[in-house]
């Protein structure tokens, strides 16, 4: 578990199965996720079981996002991604997702925050980034907030309902890994 005051990012267990059938299903997201077809709980239980696989195996990692309420059990608002990882080049994409309900209350800033601490020190990563729609606003801010640089635009690169849409990415080179 990486965990701060406020945040507790953790495995996927079992019980997150409806979240996930709910998050990965909903259309409005698939653009970003680049989704085609829905998932089905079989295929989500499939993945929940080989999550705990190792991170060199799979070349991902995902990581619940829960908030810590004192008293209280903790209440799952989202989930970030590790992708695409290589470890010969020590690089891995990076995504989030926080529910609606919870936007805009500093949880994505925090998560991102204690995320690409984990990767940086405990995977050893030399560079995170990240694929974000340009008219993505608030993602953009997100990252650039957290250090990511724009280093380029892919031109008409995601294909949307009724055209093509622009897409930037964003990088962040690990200040301590620079001259290794």
């Not at 989202?78 to 919870?102: N, T």
């Not at 995170?128 to 280093?151: P, R």
Request: hydrophobic share 40%; proline share 2%; aromatic share 10%.
């Amino acid at each position: 578990m990486i965990q701060s005051k406020n945040l507790l990012l953790r495995a996927i267990e079992p019980s997150d199965i409806d979240l996930l059938y709910e998050w990965e299903n909903n259309t409005q997201i698939w653009e970003v996720s680049q989704t085609l077809t829905p998932f089905s709980k079989y295929q989500l239980q499939k993945y929940i079981k080989h999550s705990s696989l190792d991170i060199f195996q799979t070349k991902q990692l995902r990581l619940m996002i829960d908030l810590v309420i004192e008293e209280k059990d903790n209440v799952t608002v989202g989930m970030i991604d590790l992708f695409d990882f290589e470890p010969f080049h020590s690089r891995a994409g990076v995504g989030i997702l926080i529910h609606k309900d919870y936007q805009n209350h500093k949880i994505a800033s925090e998560a991102l925050t204690l995320f690409v601490d984990y990767s940086f020190k405990q995977l050893s990563l030399h560079q995170l980034y990240c694929n974000i729609l340009v008219n993505n606003k608030a993602s953009i801010q997100l990252f650039t907030k957290a250090g990511f640089e724009i280093c380029g635009t892919r031109k008409q690169w995601i294909k949307t309902i009724d055209s093509y849409a622009d897409e930037m990415m964003l990088q962040l080179i690990n200040a301590s890994s620079r001259n290794q």
